[in-house]
């Protein structure tokens, strides 16, 4: 596994540190790294990154510990030891997050530009789980992953067409239930106008109904093996990277990495396109990045606003405020 580079972390794992992750540690990067693998194994009600008590070992972190270890046969302590930690990572998680814990410990990543962005993006919008599902919430169809493929606009047949190509005999056996015929149905399917949808998400086709079961337990049963979980991590660093492409012929003067983790997510939900027409339409000469991306955050509210309504548009602003603000992004230029 690759070091996460939180030091208190990385020493545990390799031995050289033996006192274990207590309510009295004061490493909050530690604790908060260990919530997040507690909330892939499935135990809610723990504070994710934009939280106030991200990062805070409180009881209900020693509540999940607990349940946890007993889980698992380990000794019930409610603190981190070794054991433990090495528990979390190596135990298959049934709800696993893109976070900075699981990106480096369980999918051997280096957790450093782009990935940080990607990872950094995808929690502060929807937790930042592999298998987050929408279900035609928004009329496009069904929406997987870390990024949201949606049908609508062709980006879940992008996923699945990887799934096929690069795991080839998973894909029949958990898409098409070992039936090549099936899955060979489904890529045509999502490939169809509209991802195989009616202009109100609705399928086209019966046997092709995602937003319904089986579909939705073979999504979910896709993002809990790692083979998928790396290939979402790399379609999704390709869309990042062609947005960073996009941000930075658009937008040279925006250098920082908050102000380039503020820009993906503007594609990341209005699209490339879109991220640059809100830029384009609030852009003042000689304008303090602050104020730049506070202004591209108004335009973006009042487009989600008008088209979405109140309630998607009060999270949209709230997430965009999270970027402007979040100690978890630096003011230093952007290193890719």
């Known amino acids: 596994m690759a070091k996460c580079?939180?030091?208190r972390i990385d020493n545990i794992l390799d031995g050289s540190e033996v006192l274990p992750i207590t309510?009295?540690?004061?490493?909050?990067?530690?604790?908060?790294?260990?919530q997040e693998l507690l909330s892939g194994h499935g135990f809610r009600q723990l504070p994710g990154i934009r939280d106030s008590l991200y990062g805070r070992f409180g009881p209900r972190t020693e509540e999940c510990l607990r349940g946890f270890q007993q889980r698992n046969g380990l000794n019930l302590s409610g603190t981190v030891d070794r054991p433990t930690l090495e528990a979390l990572v190596r135990t298959p998680a049934v709800d696993p997050l893109a976070s900075r814990g699981y990106l480096t410990l369980a999918l051997d990543l280096v957790f450093w530009g782009t990935l940080k962005l990607?990872?950094?993006?995808?929690?502060f919008e929807?937790?930042?789980?592999?298998?987050?599902?929408?279900r035609n919430t928004d009329k496009a169809g069904l929406s997987f992953g870390l990024i949201q493929w949606a049908q609508k606009p062709l980006r879940l047949h992008e996923l699945l067409e990887a799934f096929d190509r690069r795991e080839h005999a998973g894909f029949v056996k958990l898409f098409g239930?070992?039936?090549?015929?099936?899955?060979?149905?489904?890529?045509?399917?999502?490939?169809?106008q509209r991802g195989g949808t009616d202009p109100q998400g609705g399928t086209l086709d019966a046997r092709f109904d995602l937003i319904r079961e089986p579909w939705l337990s073979r999504f979910r049963d896709s993002a809990r093996q790692l083979a998928f979980q790396k290939i979402q991590v790399d379609l999704a660093l390709d869309a990042f990277r062609k947005s960073f492409q996009m941000a930075a012929a658009t937008a040279p003067e925006?250098?920082?990495?908050?102000?380039?983790?503020f820009m993906l997510d503007l594609a990341n939900q209005h699209g490339d396109a879109g991220a640059e027409s809100i830029y384009k339409k609030v852009k003042v000469p000689n304008a303090a990045e602050a104020q730049a991306l506070a202004a591209m955050e108004d335009e973006s509210v009042r487009r989600v606003r008008a088209q979405h309504g109140d309630e998607i548009a009060d999270a949209t602003k709230a997430?965009?405020?999270?970027?402007?603000?979040?100690a978890l992004l630096s003011d230093t230029s952007f290193v890719p």
Do not use: C, P, W, Y
């Open 5 to 7: 580079g939180i030091a």
């Open 23 to 34: 309510r009295n540690d004061g490493s909050g990067e530690a604790v908060g790294l260990v």
């Open 118 to 123: 990607m990872s950094v993006t995808t929690q």
């Open 126 to 134: 929807g937790a930042g789980r592999f298998g987050a599902i929408n």
């Open 177 to 192: 239930d070992g039936d090549e015929s099936v899955a060979r149905g489904l890529v045509k399917h999502v490939s169809l």
């Open 254 to 261: 925006l250098k920082s990495e908050r102000a380039i983790a």
């Open 319 to 326: 997430r965009r405020e999270a970027f402007r603000t979040s």
